[in-house]
């Protein structure tokens, strides 16, 4: 059985020093490369509809695509730093979140230094969000060449279109709307790199359409029912509708294969999700931004890393997640009658169980779809 230090480098889950060790170090570069060995697999079985749910899936994604050149409102004003200031007084009803920061190094914060984390976080948010969309875009066309099926071939290259718009509509909010790029968070980077550099396809689903895209779902769910800037909120829900259905085709194409798989193989996806889903929550923590801010970093995040907004926050992030694997049988594969599984042992040291019950995104991507076909939403 693999250790911690196996999976994630470090014993302790919430070892803070160890999470900020990682940093990314090549913030400058324009190209990263992965090195990946898989097999490509041609299928000369051309039977459309043998897997019905994915055929359906494919046949609602060609009726669903939208332009993010013409569909999005671009002409709409953003002041970033009103909006930092309406959604703080929405939220919590002070720039400052309502916490009392007495003793704290942002307790000479003046209003202009919380605007501009506000700016600097935003910008950090929306960076990370391009960046994993591209994972999600070069995933997407490995599953195309990976997986034996030809529903799954037909979906996954619509899902390819999907990610190439959402990474192009991120990128033009963040150079035409907002005030600067982050490089990718190097926590983000590690999950990228192994997700791509595992041989194994339903590995890409796992690491790419459950547990990243489960996460993007949830937040971008959090970000659009938040924000009061209309173009953001616009646009995030013409990619949630996506989303949905891309976290659905995870969780349609892994159920069935997963109950051919041995004990031994499902440890190994269950150690996958839970070295993925810590990757996740240490990403979250924003540490570029405190350093741009001139902040002690260390210092810092001990605190907020206490605050309870953000362990709800953190929590919520894994909402769509922790129902698709119980769903996927992973929560408990292996257990001995009567005892808990090892996944959910450590998503229960993760704090993030309670989830396990919520609707699961098999089902529910529905619900997102945008009203009379993407172009007409409002
Ligand atoms: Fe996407
Ligand atoms: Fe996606």
Redesign the pocket.
């Known amino acids: 059985m693999s250790t911690n230090e196996e999976l994630i480098g470090r014993t302790d889950i919430n070892d803070l020093e160890a999470i900020l060790s990682i940093t990314n170090t090549e913030v400058d570069a324009v190209a990263h490369e992965v090195k990946a060995n898989y097999d490509t697999i041609f299928t000369w079985d051309y039977a459309k509809g043998a897997r019905p749910k994915l055929n359906r899936l494919y046949e609602k994604a060609k009726t669903s695509m939208w332009n993010g050149e013409t569909d999005l409102p671009w002409d709409t004003p953003v002041d970033q730093e009103q909006v930092v200031v309406a959604n703080a007084i929405g939220m919590s009803g002070s720039l400052t979140g309502g916490v009392d920061v007495s003793g704290t190094p942002f307790a000479k914060w003046s209003d202009q230094d919380w605007i501009n984390f506000g700016c600097e976080s935003q910008n950090w948010t929306l960076s990370q969000f391009m960046h994993g969309?591209q994972g999600?875009l070069i995933c997407t066309a490995r599953i195309v060449e990976t997986v034996p099926w030809i529903d799954a071939k037909y979906y996954a290259a619509t899902?390819v279109m999907?990610?190439a718009r959402?990474v192009e509509v991120f990128a033009k909010y963040l150079d035409t709307k907002l005030s600067g790029h982050y490089p990718i968070n190097a926590h983000l980077r590690l999950l990228l790199d192994d997700i791509i550099a595992d041989s194994r396809w339903d590995m890409t689903y796992l690491g790419m359409q459950i547990m990243v895209?489960g996460l993007?779902l949830a937040a971008f769910g959090f970000i659009h029912q938040l924000t009061t800037e209309p173009l953001l909120k616009q646009l995030l829900k013409y990619v949630m509708s996506?989303?949905a259905r891309?976290v659905a085709f995870g969780v349609l194409s892994l159920q069935d294969y997963y109950q051919q798989l041995s004990t031994a193989e499902l440890k190994d996806r269950q150690e996958f999700a839970f070295e993925a889903a810590t990757r996740m929550r240490d990403r979250f923590l924003q540490q570029e931004v405190f350093d741009r801010m001139g902040l002690p970093v260390k210092e810092v995040l001990s605190l907020v890393a206490q605050s309870p907004e953000r362990l709800v926050f953190q929590q919520m992030l894994f909402s769509k997640i922790v129902p698709n694997l119980k769903k996927l049988g992973l929560l408990d594969a292996g257990a001995k009658p009567g005892q808990p599984g090892w996944l959910r042992k450590r998503f229960e040291e993760l704090g993030v169980i309670q989830f396990e019950d919520w609707a699961d995104t098999g089902e529910e991507y529905e619900m997102f779809q945008l009203a009379n076909g993407a172009t007409s939403a409002a």
């Open positions: 969309e999600a899902q999907d990610e959402h895209e993007a996506d989303e891309h």
